[in-house]
Every structure is written in C-alpha cells, then in structure tokens.
Nanobody, 115 residues
Framework: QVQLVESGGGPVQPGGSLRLSCVASGSTFRFSFMGWFRQTPGKQRELVASITTGGTTNYADSVKGRFTISRDSAKIAVNLDMSSLKPEDSAVYYC?????????WGRGTQVTVSS
C-alpha cells in the first residue's frame, strides 16, 4: 500500500512564505507525475503545480512566479515552495502522484493566509 504524507501547512500572513513537503512510502509503485492540488469548501479541487519524473514543471496561472515545485527522487518526495502568499491561496493542499492508470492522494494539509 502506498502512503503520501504531507507536511508544512499552517497559518501565514499575506506576503509570507511556506514550504509544503510530501513523502511517499509503502509499496513500490510507478508514476509519471507528482503534484499539488488545492481545494476550498464548495469548489472543485484544482491543480496548483505538477512535475514529471523528467523534471518538466507546470503551474496554474494564479501561482506562476510565486510557487515553485521540486522533487527529491532519492526520497520519492515532492515539495512546493510558496511565496508572496495571498488570502486567496488559503485552501487544503493535497499531494498527488499519478500515472500508469493510478492516482495516489495524500490526506491534505491546511494553508491559511490571513492577517
């Protein structure tokens, strides 16, 4: 069984920074993409950023220039460095690994941007 465990969420003031981390453990599994999604009450989960096993990145327009996704192949981990945070970035952030017909999700970590 595969487990994805997120860490690094919490409260932060507007303009501040946070780093989210996600580490995979458990059974050996294959994937092509790693990424971060976010969701607020009443809205669909949206892709924030993704990175392929080859290192190609993709970002939502709303976070370009502010968020950076990176991977740690040795630990099967993916990070999301968030800066210049805005109140509208507040959400539950979910880590995901997907590809080869399967998607794995973490349980989510809350990010709250507020003064």
């Amino acid at each position: 069984q595969v487990q994805l465990v997120e860490s690094g969420g919490g409260p932060v003031q507007p303009g501040g920074s946070l780093r989210l981390s996600c580490v995979a453990s458990g059974s050996t599994f294959r994937f092509s993409f790693m990424g971060w999604f976010r969701q607020t009450p009443g809205k669909q989960r949206e892709l924030v950023a993704s990175i392929t096993t080859g290192g190609t990145t993709n970002y939502a327009d709303s976070v370009k220039g502010r968020f950076t996704i990176s991977r740690d192949s040795a630990k099967i981990a993916v990070n999301l460095d968030m800066s210049s945070l805005k109140p509208e970035d507040s959400a539950v952030y979910y880590c995901s690994f997907w590809g080869w017909g399967t998607t794995y999700w973490g349980r989510g970590t809350q990010v709250t941007v507020s003064s």
